[in-house]
C-alpha cells in the first residue's frame, strides 16, 4: 500500500505544523507524521519572541494564545554585567505583543489543530523508517511505520521538521558543519502564586551567572538558570535547592518566587552541539532543529522555526505542483544558502553569550553607549531578528564601547588583551561562514542528553 501527497513533512511541532498550516491552507496535499504518541511537554526555552508572536497573529491564532492565559510582556528587564535597564519591546506596526511563554504541551497541540483545520492530515506515533527514491535518486517520499504496519508514503517534497535527531537529515545524508560544544548547562522550571506586577521579562547574564524568566500560560511563572562551573557538582547532589538557591541571585526573580510554590519538574539540557546541517537536497529539505541548532541561550528556537517555516511554504507554495522538481529544488537550495547568511551572526552571537564565564566586556560597553544614545531598542531588535549583530555593531558606536572599555579603572592592559582576542575569533567566525568546516564525523546527535532530570 502508498500513498500520495504533495509534501510530506516529518515532525509534527512548530516548525511542521506552521509549514504545514501554510501549505495546507494553499491548497497543497499535506501530510504530517509526528514519532510522538501524544504532543506532551518537550524541552524548551517555551519564550516567543515578538517576530514569533507577530507569525501566531497572522495565521489566527493570537485568540487561542490569549485562552491560554499567557500574557503578552511588553518588557524586559536586562542585566549584561554592570549594566542594567528595563526595557520597552520595540513594535512594529502588526506587531500585537513583546513576547509570551507558552509551554510545549499547551502550545504544540494549537499548532496542531491549527494545521488539521488548514486541511493537513496529521498522524501520531508515526516512525519514519526509510526514504523513497525515484528513478534518478531524488527524494520522493517516506517510508512510515504506523499502526503495527509499514508503508510508503510519496511526495514531490519531504520535509524535516523532526529536531536535533533529525532522521530525515541522517537518511538523507546532510551534513552537520561549523558545529560548537556547549559551554554551559541550562535548567528550568515552573511555579505558581509569583509575584509579578507587569509582566516582564527578566533576562540577567553577569560574571559566570545567566538568570532568566517570567510570567507564562495557566498561572504559572518560569524560570531558567544557567549554573556556574563550580557549582555543578552541587547541582547534581541536590538539583531543586540548587535552582531555587541560583535563582535566588537575581533580585526580580527572587522577588517574584517569594511566595511562590515549585509546580513542575526541573528540566535540564547538559549536553548539545551547535550546528548547521546542510539544508537541501534533490527532494528534501531540512527547517527548525532539524537543520540548525544554536545555543538556547538566546530563547529563539521557535522564532526561528516559524520564519524557517514561512520562507519555505512561500517557495513550495508558489512551485508546486505546476513548475517541476528541478525548479523546486534549486529554488529551495538558494533559500538554504540564504539561511546560512541570515543566521550566521546570531549563531556565534548565542555561543557568545552561552560561553563560560563572563560574556565578552564589549557587549555590556556597547549597551552603555547605546543607553546614552537612546536606542536601547536596538539591542531587543536583535532577539526578534529585526537587527543583525553586524548592524547594531556600527563601527562609531563599537568605538565609543572600546573607549569606554579601556577608560575603565585598571582595565587598559585588560581592555586591550580582550580586543585582540574579539577581532581574531570574529575574523575565524567569518572565514567560517564563508567556508564552513565540516564534522568529521557521521552525525549521531544524541537525545539522551536533552532531556528532563528531575523533580
Known sequence: MSECYDVVIVGGRCAGSAL?????????????????????NTLSSHVLQTDAVTFLDRIGLTGKIGSTGAPFMNRVDSRVDEFHAIIDYPLEPGDVGGAVAVRRDVLDPILADAAVAAGARFRLAAEVTGIVRDASGRVGG????????????HASLVVGADGRGSAVARLCGARRYN????????????????????????????????VFGGPADSGRYLVGVSPQRHERAHFRTDLRASVLAHAAGCAPIAHALADARQVDKVYGITGFEGYFREPTGPGWVLIGDAGHFKDPSVGRGIADAFAQAEQVAEIVGDLLPDHGAQ??????????????????????M??????????????????????????????????????TPTQLMHPGDVGAAILTMLRAPGSRAAGFTELTSTLGRETRRRYRSLRPLFAPAPDTTPRSRIEPVGH
Open 350 to 387: 548565542a555561543a557568545d553569550i552561552g560561553c563560560a564565564g563572563a560574556i565578552p566586556a564589549v557587549y555590556p560597553a556597547l549597551l552603555e553607549v547605546l543607553a546614552r544614545k537612546g536606542r536601547l531598542e536596538e539591542y531587543l531588535r536583535l532577539y526578534s531578528h529585526r537587527r
Open 20 to 40: 504545514a498550516t501554510l501549505l495546507a491552507g494553499r491548497g497543497l496535499r499535506v501530510l504530517v507524521l509526528e514519532q510522538a504518541k501524544a504532543l506532551r
Open 327 to 348: 525548479r523546486l529544488d534549486r529554488a529551495l537550495a538558494a533559500w538554504g544558502r540564504a539561511r546560512d547568511r541570515r543566521y550566521a551572526d546570531f549563531y556565534w
Open 142 to 153: 517516506v517510508r512510515v511505520r504506523h499502526g503495527g504496519t509499514e508503508q510508503a508514503v
Open 179 to 210: 558545529v560548537t560544544e556547549n559551554e554551559r548547562w541550562y535548567y528550568y522550571t515552573y511555579f505558581e502564586n509569583a509575584r509579578w506586577e507587569e509582566p516582564t521579562f527578566v533576562f540577567h547574564r553577569w560574571g559566570d551567572r545567566h
